[in-house]
T-cell receptor, first 111, second 117 residues
Framework: RKEVEQDPGPFNVPEGATVAFNCTYS??????FFWYRQDCRKEPKLLMS???SGNEDGRFTAQLNRASQYISLLIRDSKLSDSATYLC????????????FGRGTSLIVHP | ETGVTQTPRHLVMGMTNKKSLKCEQH?????MYWYKQSAKKPLELMFV???????ENNSVPSRFSPECPNSSHLFLHLHTLQPEDSALYLC????????????????FGPGTRLTVL
């Protein structure tokens, strides 16, 4: 089983739609979690950190479910500019903390 | 924009060449990373440096040789590469990294797109 799994998509949604992505992780000792966004042929950029209590930033909401070992990202009122690949990142503990990236979920928002 | 720069942005090299990739961060961070991103694969962590000491070598072939002369600069020396090494090589930095701390946000450079002929 892969350490961090994401549905690669693509998710094709119309503008204004609500879309949600999940990311599962296998290491129960994982300590911190992030969502990054990567545009085509660009570097990843932090979208938001994911805290145990969940967090919201405008149209974006991230949740962590430690019992089921997954994190989620919800995007409301999708914009064309939200089209990108969304990368889940999980940091594992155990001596040193190593970030592990999922393969990313592709989102295409169309008019 | 991100405070992490990489040069060159594009590199084409033959299998017998020797080249180096350079990364510089202007954020005052203490940890730096090299990643490889191939098409349709997750980002693969290659090396991690914390305070100029290598803390992780993720089973990377010896034809890739990292160097961290100070906390602001990171190099990746390349020699006798294979065509399958063609990929986007990304450098990142973060505030701090140790086996007692949770690493915080990583900031990525724009990457070097490498093609090995």
């Amino acid at each position: 089983r892969k350490e961090v799994e994401q549905d690669p998509g693509p998710f094709n949604v119309p503008e204004g739609a609500t879309v949600a992505f999940n990311c599962t992780y296998s290491n129960s000792a994982s300590q911190s979690f992030f969502w990054y966004r990567q545009d085509c042929r660009k570097e990843p950029k932090l979208l938001m950190s994911v805290y145990s209590s969940g967090n919201e930033d405008g149209r974006f909401t991230a949740q962590l479910n430690r019992a089921s070992q997954y994190i989620s990202l919800l995007i409301r009122d999708s914009k064309l500019s939200d089209s990108a690949t969304y990368l889940c990142v999980v940091n594992h503990s155990g001596g040193s903390y190593i970030p592990t990236f999922g393969r990313g979920t592709s989102l295409i928002v169309h008019p | 924009e991100t405070g992490v720069t990489q040069t060159p942005r594009h590199l084409v090299m033959g299998m017998t060449n020797k080249k180096s990739l350079k990364c510089e961060q202007h954020l005052g961070h203490n940890a730096m990373y090299w990643y490889k991103q191939s098409a349709k694969k997750p980002l693969e962590l290659m090396f991690v440096y914390s305070l100029e000491e290598r803390v992780e070598n993720n089973s990377v072939p010896s034809r890739f040789s990292p160097e961290c002369p100070n906390s602001s600069h990171l190099f990746l020396h390349l020699h006798t590469l294979q065509p399958e090494d063609s990929a986007l090589y990304l450098c990142a930095s973060s505030q701090g990294f140790s086996d007692r701390d949770i690493p915080d946000t990583q900031y990525f450079g724009p990457g070097t797109r490498l093609t090995v002929l």
